[in-house]
């Protein structure tokens, strides 16, 4: 498992190569839960990861822009200077739910969005580099925009969310 | 922007949206496989997923590589059978702990003795998802969720590694699906190792067991190195609760290989049946 605590990175290229493996497997797991979504019947959240990840593929572009010209260095999928068990903007397969409705699939982006903020803060002050921290920290404050984003998309949520529509085909039938 | 990558673990998946639970913990066993291929960078033409049935059977669907659904149980017959035929395939076996070691249980005794080269890995979340949430054989003997088992199975649940192990097994390896990239940096040692390698991958079921969800408190590294001492592998496996992971013992002992001597053509074989 990754490391529990922020590791040092040292390179704008090692920093580049870490924020474009987030960004793209944040953009890879919204699709994923999207189409998960579909599968179960779940349209109006399906919808919302698919509109998180069309930011998420905009945003990924961004980063990539600031990489041009930059030869990055491979890092194995294991190797990645995380400290959650895979990069901070993939949020744990486990915390959803076919039956989960908007807010809490909003909550559970901010969730990522916080912790990707919190990651690039990180690196904003432990990196020894002084361009890969002040690129951590353009980053990082990107990152809290989003997050104010997601509060405001919360705060106008107008649907009643807090209970879940009735399962017609709950797991435990009796048998 | 350039990077030496050769190759993406998306190129080993396919166009088909699994069918599994929002939350099911196979994703992370798809998405770990998938980047231990794209490590090892194998041709596609050259790796076979064989499985049986149940939910994490459904994986060779979703990995583009050659695959074979078969039959109940019956996921390591099947994949013996092609190992012995076509040696110089990399075979993946894919299944459930009710599959396994339930229905299967012969086979992985025997899978496990015969130490062919090929890895095996059980999505075990201790229950029947696919046919509604009935405990399997690692479920816990209180589990008492099931209306066929009211008061629980009754019964200790089996030790998959410990099983393993008394098998002649020569890689045994513990993963987590909260921890993707640790179980696919396994599954690449599993895959590299010259013989027969089972990972039980601690898959939770966010919709029967959902209680599963709290495995990410539980499970941790184990401390030690993995051994190659069988004895000191069954005092670990015995003193463990099951939810510590890593590579758990690795030996080197002999590859069964049956050697295809008699080549048999088709219309040989055609004359054979017939009247």
Redesign the interface.
């Known amino acids: 498992m990754n490391a529990k605590d922020p590791q040092v990175i040292d390179t704008l290229a090692e920093f580049m190569t870490h924020a474009i493996a987030l960004e793209n497997e944040s953009v890879e797991r919204y699709e994923e839960l999207a189409d998960s979504m579909e599968v179960h019947n779940n349209p109006e959240v399906a919808k919302l990861f698919r509109k998180l990840a069309h930011f998420g593929e905009l945003h990924a572009r961004e980063i990539k822009s600031h990489a041009d010209g930059m030869t990055l260095p491979q890092i194995l999928p294991w190797d990645f200077k995380w400290s959650t068990p895979e990069g901070p903007e993939s949020g744990p397969m486990q915390e959803v739910h076919y039956m989960m409705n908007r807010r809490q699939a909003i909550e559970y982006a901010l969730h990522n969005e916080e912790a990707g903020r919190d990651f690039y803060a990180a690196v904003a002050e432990n990196s020894p580099r002084a361009e890969v921290r002040e690129m951590a920290a353009e980053f990082a404050a990107e990152e809290n925009e989003h997050v104010d984003i997601l509060k405001s998309w919360l705060l106008n949520l107008v649907d009643p969310e807090s209970v879940r529509p009735e399962d017609l085909d709950p797991p435990n039938i009796p048998e | 922007?350039?990077?030496?990558?050769p190759l993406k673990?998306?190129f080993y998946k396919t166009e088909v949206?699994?069918?599994?639970?929002?939350?099911?913990?196979h994703?992370?066993v798809l998405s770990a496989v998938t980047?231990a291929l794209a490590?090892l960078a194998l041709p596609r033409k050259d790796v076979a997923m064989v499985s049986g049935i149940g939910c994490s059977s459904r994986l060779p669907a979703y990995v583009s590589v050659y695959g074979f659904h078969g039959v109940h149980g019956r996921a390591l017959a099947v994949a013996s059978g092609l190992k012995a035929a076509r040696p110089e395939l990399t075979v993946l076996v894919a299944g459930g702990d009710g599959d396994g070691f339930s229905i299967g249980g012969n086979h992985f005794l025997h899978a496990c003795r015969r130490n062919m080269d090929m890895t095996y890995i059980v999505m075990d979340n201790e229950v029947y998802g696919m046919t509604?949430?009935?405990a399997s054989p690692t479920t816990a003997p209180d589990w008492a969720?099931?209306?066929?088992t009211p008061h629980g199975p009754g019964v200790p649940s089996f030790n998959p590694a410990a099983i393993a192990l008394a098998s002649g097994a020569s890689f045994i390896a513990r993963g987590f699906?909260?921890?993707?990239?640790?179980l696919?940096?396994l599954l690449v040692a599993a895959i590299e190792h010259p013989g027969f390698s089972f990972v039980q991958g601690l898959s939770?079921c966010?919709?029967?067991r959902p209680e599963q969800?709290e495995w990410?408190n539980i499970v941790r590294?184990f401390e030690l190195e993995p051994t190659a001492d069988p004895v000191e592998a069954a005092h670990r496996i015995q003193a463990d609760d099951g939810m510590s992971t890593g590579l758990l013992y690795q030996s080197r002992i002999p590859v069964w290989q049956p050697e295809n001597l008699v080549s048999t053509q088709v219309d040989q074989l055609e004359r054979g049946f017939q009247v």
Not at chain 2, 17 to 25: A, R, T
Not at chain 2, 145 to 148: D, F
């Open positions: 922007m350039s990077t030496d990558t673990p998306k949206k699994p069918v599994w639970c929002p939350g099911c913990g994703f992370a980047k490590y509604k949430g009935q969720e099931s209306k066929l699906t909260g921890d993707p990239n640790g696919a940096k939770p966010t919709t029967y969800k990410k590294p």
